[in-house]
């Protein structure tokens, strides 16, 4: 890595200049961006490249069993996709499309007590408001633990390596009681399968991986100005 990222310095110097509006970059162009200390920048694009492998590889090694060659995913056979359906639920718990509700009391009511975040029960009062954000729920360290704020898909298995569910009021994403999100089964085949679909077929890259990417708050969470990315289909299918 420390090679390369001499090469490129050294491409640089003599004159190379990569053309990021036509798109003809790579990681360590993106990441030049904002560095040129060598150890940093071998830190960096080799991060990345395991971080992203280790997903990617994992998903397509998935589907590869579970799917008929050149073919998409069946809805009866979502509940095999195991690792995919946990990197669907942690992007889910992280980047919820709800990311905040509220409800008023029909009656007078007492909100049982939070262990984790020390809160004793609490009595409420008819026509209260009562108000909750998921978006803030699922960074918290009381409640996910001290990495609560990455992407960890692996969090979804038990030491057995077996999913492992967790209480809808605490993975509060799909709402959970009365008011649980009915399309819950839908949108996660239909998460799971376009995403085996795409990644069996494409490398897919961020355009633009120094930018800070910020949430949109609106009825239906999403990035503010979106994410460009780069495809590109894979020789090896």
């Known amino acids: 890595m420390d090679a390369l990222v ?48 280790d997903t990617t590889t994992k998903i397509r090694a998935e589907a590869k069993e579970v799917i008929d060659n050149g073919g998409y995913l069946k809805y009866a056979n979502t509940s095999k996709m195991h690792f995919t359906h946990a990197m669907w639920d942690d992007t889910s718990r992280l980047n919820t499309v709800s990311p905040a509700g509220q409800m008023e009391a029909a009656e007078d009511d007492v909100l049982p007590a939070v262990p984790e975040l020390n809160m004793p029960p ?18 918290m360290p009381e409640v996910w633990g001290d990495d609560a704020g990455e992407f960890k898909p692996d969090r979804w298995f038990d030491e057995d390596g077996k999913n492992m569910p ?41 355009s633009d991986t120094t930018k800070t990417y910020e949430p949109l708050a609106a009825l239906n969470m999403r990035v503010k100005d979106g994410v460009k990315m780069r495809v590109r289909k894979r020789e090896d299918i």
């Open 6 to 53: 001499k090469k490129r310095m050294d491409a640089i110097a003599s004159g190379y200049k990569y053309n990021l509006e036509e798109g003809v970059v790579d990681l360590l162009d993106l990441f030049m961006q904002s560095t040129n200390d060598p150890c940093e920048l071998g830190g960096r694009v080799f991060a990345f490249i395991i971080a992203g492998r």
């Open 122 to 139: 609490r009595k409420i009062k008819k026509g209260d408001i009562v108000s909750y954000q998921n978006y803030v729920l699922s960074r």
């Open 166 to 206: 967790f209480s809808p009021f605490k993975y509060h994403s799909w709402s959970a009681g009365p008011r649980s999100c009915l399309g819950r089964p839908l949108a996660t085949y239909e998460g799971i399968s376009i995403a085996a679909a795409i990644i069996q077929r494409f490398d897919v890259i961020m």
